[in-house]
């Protein structure tokens, strides 16, 4: 279980994290989406305890991340945006040094389980320096599993990683979350969408959505939306249409280019297209739109003050 409340971090004058509250449950894996410097690597670092928190609190299987650290780091795997790994150790040898770090008792033991969950048992003897970037992944996530906590945080879990092992990193993850609280980090949607319980979509260091993969999607495609062209500039169009009673939203894309939205269920063309012919607009084209999971991301992580030229 992971709860935080109101967490911020500033470095600086640079607020990162802005006041985020949420909650993962023991069996949920929850995905942390955001675009790069949302501030995804720093709400993990606080919750980790390699980074105190500016305001706000948090708790991780019921103890307190600042004041409880220890307790914590006892319960939680953390698999960093960049694994700190020892080139010139054999990959035994690293997650036994890892294993001692955390006072492990039967340490050989929890190695051989462990590397043999993430499919690496044949290379314990290898060095880490000539693994692969996949590979060495799967020792980042060998060491964050070591001593079977009870939430894990992954920070990008398979970024740089080969489809295949994608696949094979995700199908672990999934297995793992079973009975864990995982929280995991990526800017990948058809991750998120696919490994996912339900999905965090963070853009400046705020919260900007939260939902299931599905109805994440459902919200997108919820709203009925339309694109209109007509002929000439269309700005006093678009002023008009957003008065019609029902119109959600009306935004100008380009000189003549116009989108709208209505709830679903409540089709408001008709009412448009009268509307334009007699303000004398010739139309030249009406469709609806379908927005993708990704154009739902770019619309939420947009920047909140377009230029001017937009
Ligand atoms: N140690 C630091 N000192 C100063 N600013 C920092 C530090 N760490 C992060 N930041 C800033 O905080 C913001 C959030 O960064 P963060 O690394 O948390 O983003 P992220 O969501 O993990 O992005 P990415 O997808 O690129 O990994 C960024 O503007 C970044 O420049
Ligand atoms: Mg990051």
Do not use: W
Not at 7 to 13: D, E, Q, V
Not at 223 to 246: F, N, P, Y
Not at 278 to 295: G, T
């Amino acid at each position: 279980m992971i709860r935080v409340t109101e967490l911020s971090k500033y470095f600086g004058a640079r607020l990162a994290v802005d006041t985020i509250s949420f909650e993962a449950r023991q069996g949920e894996i929850l995905g942390f989406l955001g675009p790069n410097g949302a501030g995804k690597t720093t709400t993990m670092r606080m919750l980790t305890g390699y980074l105190p928190p500016s305001g706000g609190s948090a708790t991780i299987a019921g103890f307190e991340i600042v004041k409880e650290s220890l307790e914590v780091r006892k319960r939680v795997g953390y698999l960093p945006e960049t694994v700190p790994l020892y080139t010139d150790m054999t990959i035994f040898d690293y997650l036994k040094f890892m294993a001692d770090l955390r006072h492990l008792p039967n340490a050989e033991d929890a190695i051989l389980a462990t590397l043999e969950m993430v499919g690496m048992l044949d290379r314990a003897e290898g060095y880490i320096g000539n693994l692969s970037k996949g590979m060495r992944q799967r020792v980042g996530l060998a060491q964050a599993l070591l001593h079977q906590p009870e939430v894990l945080i992954l920070d990008e879990p398979t970024i740089g990683l080969d489809p295949a092992q994608i696949i094979e990193v995700r199908k672990l993850i999934r297995e793992i979350g079973k009975e864990r609280t995982v929280l995991l980090s990526t800017h990948i949607l058809s991750e998120a969408q696919q490994i996912c319980d339900r999905i965090l979509i963070i853009n400046k260091g705020k919260i900007v959505a939260e939902d299931t993969p599905e109805n994440l999607q459902a919200r997108l495609t919820g709203a009925e939306r339309v694109q209109l062209r007509v002929r000439g500039e269309a700005d006093e169009l678009a002023s008009k249409i957003s008065k019609l009673k029902g119109i959600q939203e009306v935004k100008t894309r380009s000189e003549g280019l116009l989108e709208f939205q209505f709830a679903p269920g409540k089709d408001l063309r008709p009412e448009v297209a009268r509307l334009a012919v007699s303000e004398k607009f010739d139309l030249l084209e009406m469709r609806p739109i379908n927005l993708s999971l990704e154009e739902i991301f770019l619309e939420l992580t947009r920047e909140e003050f377009p230029a001017e030229a937009e």
